[in-house]
Nanobody
Framework: QVQLVESGGGLVQPGGSLRLSCAAS????????MGWYRQAPGEQRELVAT???????SYADSVKGRFTISRDNAKNTVYLQMDSLKPEDTGVYYC???????????????WGQGTQVTVSS
């Protein structure tokens, strides 16, 4: 079984920072692209940032210059450093990873359970 466990969400004031972590465990053979998505109340889930196995990154225009995605392959972990947070960053943040399962040798997109980020004064 493969599991993604997220941590680091919480309540912060505008201009503050948070660092989200997401660790993959279980039957992991290899991990290609990892990413973060978010969903605000009443809105669709949107892509925030991605990072490939070669550490090529991409960001939504709304977070460029403020968020940084990174990964630690030895720990099967992806991070999202969020600085200069704004109220519109509020939402549930979901970790995503394309993982080749060591038992089936097939690749799937796996999702974390989501972690709440609230930016409010």
């Amino acid at each position: 079984q493969v599991q993604l466990v997220e941590s680091g969400g919480g309540l912060v004031q505008p201009g503050g920072s948070l660092r989200l972590s997401c660790a993959a465990s279980g039957s992991v053979f290899s991990i290609s692209t990892m990413g973060w998505y978010r969903q605000a109340p009443g809105e669709q889930r949107e892509l925030v940032a991605t990072i490939t196995s070669g550490r090529t990154t991409s960001y939504a225009d709304s977070v460029k210059g403020r968020f940084t995605i990174s990964r630690d392959n030895a720990k099967n972990t992806v991070y999202l450093q969020m600085d200069s947070l704004k109220p519109e960053d509020t939402g549930v943040y979901y970790c995503n990873a394309n993982i080749r399962n060591s038992l089936t040798l097939r690749s799937y997109d796996y999702w974390g359970q989501g972690t709440q980020v609230t930016v409010s004064s």
